[in-house]
């Protein structure tokens, strides 16, 4: 059998694709070993701490070609909690994240690249209906088999968001411009 | 001096909590409008709401006080009314009470959603009854919109006022200021 050109293309494009040995992981949201939290100057004087309580993703990851890593994520923006249901209240509002029109962000991982035992995820964050390139800079807390037949894998991770580049123009002060994310991630493999 | 309200006309507590009533709501939706929009270091960006949530509080214990006040007192006379205007009097005087209940209620509840109780100036404070965090959401868009509708009915309530005073000519509007004939 003669195979046409485009036909090679196509083959070895679906066998590219296949996966190697990635491993996909779901987001372990549901037993709460996962949280993304943030944390803002307050007045430049202390160290405001919040996070998001609702959220999910999932993704792909391969101990031996962790370059080929992909992270996908959608946070329920009415979950924010600083522990202040008058402040959150106001956070949802208009002057921050506007939920109503803005009901969740989304993160997508676009490239990992890896630095020792360190990892700079590349991807792109929809946050307050505004699409940003961000970095992530992560690293892998630890992962195997789990003592209930399952397998996880665990990373943290932190990156800063200057709250201006998502359309946040309410002024907190000149300390309090950008806002701190920390990820701290648990996949359960399926 | 008239103490309860009679068929002619009402009494000074009636008139005084109105009256009082009437310009504390009236000073809340403006105070609520203009607070939630107060720039971070405006110098009003904590006692606006202080004083918000405050007066709130002791409307809802003056609303109380009032209502009991109301169903001990006699009715004042309608009879000068049409029938359909006695229907909506009706409606709107009694649907004053569980409609200002509610805003003040979705009030509390958004600000203790999180426990906190609410601070009553510096003179006492109410602590929380339901501690449901994530229940501020919900309790502001009721708030807000029972805020709005609250201003819609104190506009017919007022409009309704004016028209019996300067069109039919009655001490409807006079007999809440000055009370019965027989005090003058």
Do not use: C
């Not at chain 2, 509840?109 to 003179?123: C, I, Y």
């Amino acid at each position: 059998m003669k195979l046409s050109r485009a036909s090679l293309v196509l083959i070895a494009a679906l066998l590219s694709a296949a996966p190697a040995s990635a491993a996909d992981y779901v987001i372990d949201t549901d037993k709460a070993h996962a949280s993304i939290n943030f944390r803002i100057k307050h007045l430049g004087f202390s160290w405001l701490t919040g996070r998001f309580d609702n959220f999910n993703g999932t993704f792909a990851f391969d101990d031996a070609k962790p370059e080929a890593s992909k992270v996908s994520v959608e946070v329920d923006t009415n979950s924010i909690n600083s522990n202040h249901a008058e402040r959150d209240k106001h956070l949802r509002g208009k002057d921050f994240l506007d939920t109503d029109k803005f009901p969740s962000a989304t993160f997508e991982s676009t490239a990992v690249k890896l630095d020792g035992d360190k990892a700079t995820i590349t991807g792109n964050l929809t946050l307050h209906g505004v699409t940003k390139e961000i970095t992530i800079d992560a690293k892998r807390v630890g992962g195997g088999a789990d003592p209930w037949g399952g397998e996880r894998q665990g990373f943290t991770g932190t990156t800063t968001l200057p709250l201006k580049d998502f359309g946040i123009n309410y002024n907190l002060g000149p300390a309090s411009q950008e806002v701190e994310l920390a990820l701290e991630i648990e996949g359960v493999r399926q | 001096m008239q103490i309860r309200d009679t068929t002619a006309g009402y009494g000074l507590p009636t008139r005084i909590i109105h009256w009082l009533m009437a310009a504390a709501i009236i000073g809340m939706y403006v105070l609520g409008l203009w607070m939630v929009d107060l720039n971070y270091y405006s110098p009003y960006y904590r006692t606006a709401p202080d004083i918000h949530r405050s007066v709130g509080m002791l409307l809802l214990f003056l609303l109380l006080v009032r209502f009991a006040w109301r169903l001990s007192s006699s009715r004042t006379d309608d009879s000068e009314l049409s029938p359909i205007e006695r229907i909506l009097a009706k409606v709107v005087h009694w649907g004053f009470y569980p409609l200002l209940l509610a805003l003040m209620l979705s009030g509390y509840l958004m600000s203790t959603a999180d426990g906190r109780p609410v601070e009553v100036f510096d003179w006492f404070s109410v602590p929380a009854l339901i501690h449901d965090k994530g229940m501020e959401k919900t309790a502001g868009e009721i708030h807000e919109f029972l805020a709005n509708l609250t201003m819609f009915v104190v506009l017919l309530h007022t409009l309704a006022a004016l028209k019996h005073h300067f069109f039919d000519r009655s001490r409807i509007l006079a007999r809440m200021w000055t009370g019965s004939f027989k005090d003058q």
